[in-house]
Antibody
Framework: QVQLQESGPGVVKPSETLSLTCVVSGYSISSGFYWGWIRQAPGEGLEWIGSISHSGTTAYNPSLKSRVTISTDTSKNQFSLKVTSVTAADTAVYYC????????????WGQGTLVTVSS | QSVLTQPPSVSAAAGQKVTISCSGSSSNIGSNSVSWYQQLPGAAPKPLIYENNKRPSGIPDRFSGSKSDTSTTLGITGLQTGDEADYYCGTWDNSLSVRVFGGGTKLTVL
């Protein structure tokens, strides 16, 4: 059974960098699929942030591209998200997901972690 | 404003059937397969339908998906109070080069 678990600070100060990690169990991230991040602001809908393929190819939401970096650490079977220069608008629940290439489905979601941007 | 359009809310009595629509354009639904996700209160989204009309293991056949041109529909029969949730459609948009979602539809079971 594939499981994804997010971790990282629950509070980040404005203008600083948000950093989250997603540990994957039950599947080797270097074997296939795409590994992505989606966020949901309080009371709002879902927003795709970006993803990285098992071979390291990245794709980012154009609206966030200048501030976002997604990377993998295959030795730890995990992938990470960094968002720079955060503002209150970046306050959201952040989900890590596994994406199926070719069909654009998401077949596994992490439980999500709330990140609040506040001084 | 979301690229994919869903009604904000729908409701129906327990035991009845409800449909949730999701409309898009030729660059998203018209070109790619669509997924549906169920988000129970306080929980992460859960895959409900993939590749337009397929159900993951464990999803009852009360849930169905269909697609026509640039729109897609989620159907739920035999409504139960446990079905009360937010439902999201999603796919890829070839013009925007971004994964897109509908704004979500809140289902109330009366």
């Amino acid at each position: 059974q594939v499981q994804l678990q997010e971790s990282g600070p629950g509070v980040v100060k404005p203008s600083e960098t948000l950093s989250l990690t997603c540990v994957v169990s039950g599947y080797s991230i270097s074997s296939g699929f795409y590994w992505g991040w989606i966020r949901q602001a309080p009371g709002e809908g879902l927003e795709w942030i970006g993803s990285i393929s098992h071979s390291g190819t990245t794709a980012y939401n154009p609206s966030l591209k200048s501030r976002v970096t997604i990377s993998t650490d295959t030795s730890k079977n995990q992938f990470s998200l960094k968002v720079t220069s955060v503002t209150a608008a970046d306050t959201a629940v952040y989900y890590c997901v596994r994406e199926v290439g070719g069909t654009f489905d998401i077949d596994y979601w992490g439980q999500g972690t709330l990140v609040t941007v506040s001084s | 404003q979301s690229v994919l359009t869903q009604p904000p809310s729908v409701s129906a009595a327990a035991g009845q059937k409800v449909t949730i629509s999701c409309s898009g354009s030729s660059s998203n639904i018209g070109s790619n397969s669509v997924s549906w996700y169920q988000q129970l209160p306080g929980a992460a989204p859960k895959p409900l339908i993939y590749e337009n009309n397929k159900r993951p293991s464990g999803i009852p056949d009360r849930f169905s998906g269909s697609k026509s041109d640039t729109s897609t529909t989620l159907g739920i029969t035999g409504l139960q109070t446990g079905d009360e949730a937010d439902y999201y459609c999603g796919t890829w948009d070839n013009s925007l080069s971004v994964r897109v979602f509908g704004g979500g539809t809140k289902l109330t079971v009366l």
